[in-house]
């Protein structure tokens, strides 16, 4: 008996260390699903994985798989706690032993719309390609190499009487892989940005956050080596690649409308017109910048995304939204020496914001760092000052920069509009 001790007691201990800290962890992942869910924030914006309960055996793998944290276990059973974290590269469904995990689009309650394209990611329409996020792929590697995938494709469709063989819109992942493409297989391109910068949804992280990749192959540029890499290293990762290979990128130049002719294409943007044989629409899920439609709106000191609180100091801010991306910029801006931030929104409370960046909200409001005014609304902007509406009464307001963080116009109705056929998934492939 005491030898079967010896050994049992050990076992024992090991035993009760392993639940300790598996209750631990679940208790926690309740809580993290708890706070998604009272936020709003149970919608997956990408692909994304549909765990079975009854073939999930626990094995916990998915959890280790997931670099975003996505994904805790619940009573034994692996569960998506943190939906919108989900960037949908498919690692815990590769990684499951008991196949437990589809990976899917949209959900029961709120569908995704995905445009329809073939393997050659060609739309209904001839000549018009669809790559990236747009497609529902938001993975960095994946989005890239669908993007020179569909320019494969398009140099097969080359040498028509068209000045270009291809416009290419959006220098996100998609729209680079795609242009390293159509350098390498010479075709006469023009790649445009609506943006002042490239990168994509990329450029509109928060500083030094981790953008999760995988090594890909790229044209001209041989593999990719990255696995981990931060926000500001890929940027001037790809930043060196425009250098290397004399990529010509037009920034803030916007695609207004595509109209098909008898031969390809003809693509007006807020600069220029072009007369093309085929399109690489690389345009993300953002869409345009949703606006005030206020007096003054149009001033360099209006932008739509936050890049770098730093540049704020000593300035009097104006952040507009009641979203995480509003929250988060208001509070790193007012984290600056000299800055005064005004959070306005429209509605009575932040539902949509979580409650770690509420409950910080709320601390910096009570000290003053924030002055928080729900039920507002800008009713003009000019060079040094504001007007803002709140509950009847306007109010001037010391101004020298607003962030609108409204949220963006998705492209759905412009697809449709030129053609390209649509399908709304609820939890399917």
């Keep these: 008996m005491q030898d079967l001790a010896i050994y049992l007691v050990p076992l024992a201990i090991i035993i009760f260390v392993y639940l300790r800290g598996r209750k631990k962890k679940e208790k926690s992942a309740v809580i993290q699903l708890k706070e998604a869910t009272e936020a709003g924030l149970t919608e997956p914006s990408s692909l994304h994985p549909q765990i079975d309960p009854k073939r999930c055996l626990g094995s916990g793998s998915c959890i280790k798989a997931c670099p975003e ?23 815990c469904a590769a990684s499951c032993p008991h196949d437990a995990i589809s990976l899917v ?12 394209v073939d393997p050659n990611f060609e739309t209904n329409v ?20 669908q993007g020179a995938q569909a320019m494969d494709s398009i140099a097969k469709l080359a040498g028509g009487n ?12 998609a729209g680079l892989g795609g242009t390293l493409s159509a350098i390498e297989h010479k075709l006469r391109y023009v790649t445009i940005e609506q943006e002042s910068s490239l990168g994509g949804a990329i450029f509109q992280y928060p500083r030094n956050k981790v953008a ?23 940027l001037e990762f790809w930043n060196g690649i425009i250098g290397q290979t004399g990529m ?4 803030n130049e916007r695609m207004e409308t595509i109209t098909e002719t008898s031969q390809g294409f003809i693509v007006k943007t807020t600069k220029n017109t072009y007369e093309t044989s085929a399109v690489l629409l690389a345009i993300g899920r953002r869409g345009t910048p949703r606006k005030l439609g206020v007096s003054g709106e149009e001033l360099p000191k209006v932008v739509y995304r936050l890049i770098d609180p730093e540049q704020y100091r000593n300035q009097h801010v104006v952040v507009v939204g009641g979203g995480d991306s509003a929250l ?15 959070l306005s929104y429209r509605s009575e409370a932040f539902g949509r914001g979580k409650a770690k960046n509420r409950d910080r909200l709320n601390e910096m409001s009570k000290t003053g760092r924030i002055d928080v ?14 007007v803002l509406e709140q509950e009847g009464s306007t109010f001037e307001i010391a101004n020298d920069a607003v962030i609108v963080c409204a949220g963006g116009i998705l492209p759905t109705p412009f697809l449709k509009e030129i053609g390209v056929m649509v399908e709304t998934k609820f939890g399917t492939r």
């Design 248 to 251: 010509k990128l037009n920034y």
């Design 69 to 91: 944290e996505a994904i805790g276990m619940i009573k034994g059973k692996a569960v998506l706690i943190n939906p919108t974290l989900c960037i949908g590269h498919g690692a």
């Design 126 to 145: 001839p000549g018009i390609f669809i790559a990236g996020e747009l497609g529902g792929m938001g993975l960095i590697r994946k989005a890239a190499s």
């Design 105 to 116: 689009f949209g959900t029961e309650r709120r569908g995704m719309d995905i445009p329809q």
């Design 328 to 342: 988060e910029a208001a509070i790193s801006i007012a984290e600056q020496p000299g800055t005064t931030v005004t």
């Design 162 to 173: 068209y000045p270009y063989d291809v416009v290419i819109i959006g220098a996100g992942p």
């Design 212 to 234: 999760m990749t995988a090594p890909v192959k790229l044209p001209l540029v041989g593999e990719m080596r990255f696995k981990e890499v931060s926000k500001e290293k890929l």
């Design 373 to 386: 005014r729900l039920k507002s609304n800008i009713k003009m902007i000019a060079p040094d000052k504001l």
